[in-house]
């Protein structure tokens, strides 16, 4: 063992992002990512963890990942609604997220 035995490497934000920009390159037309009990592919380092974890008001049940919504959702959202109303795109225009996950219970 050297000096540095036990020590455990810490992501930066820096490699948070590009990992996260490396998986969307795979499928950069990707949407939607559906996977019932799976993991966020969180855009950096510090997970989001306000539903995750928790449990269902309703049931108890444990509350998990079904569908991330990623971020070319935001152009296919757009221009759904300039073809429907150019005065709703305006406001669609100002959205911007990484990520948007909806949890379900087990």
């Not at 455990?8 to 949407?31: F, G, M, T």
Request: net charge negative.
């Amino acid at each position: 063992g050297g000096q540095w035995e036990g020590e455990e490497y810490e992501v930066s934000e820096k490699d948070a992002i590009v990992a996260y920009q490396e998986r969307l390159a795979r499928s950069p037309e990707q949407c939607v990512r559906y996977e019932f009990g799976g993991t966020v592919l969180w855009p950096s380092k510090e997970e989001i963890t306000t539903r995750c974890g928790s449990m269902c008001s309703m049931c108890g049940g444990a509350m998990v990942l079904e569908v991330q919504v990623m971020p070319p959702f935001i152009y296919l959202f757009q221009c759904a609604a300039r073809s429907i109303d150019a005065a709703a795109a305006t406001s669609v225009c100002m959205a911007d997220f990484a990520t948007a996950c909806v949890f379900v219970c087990e």
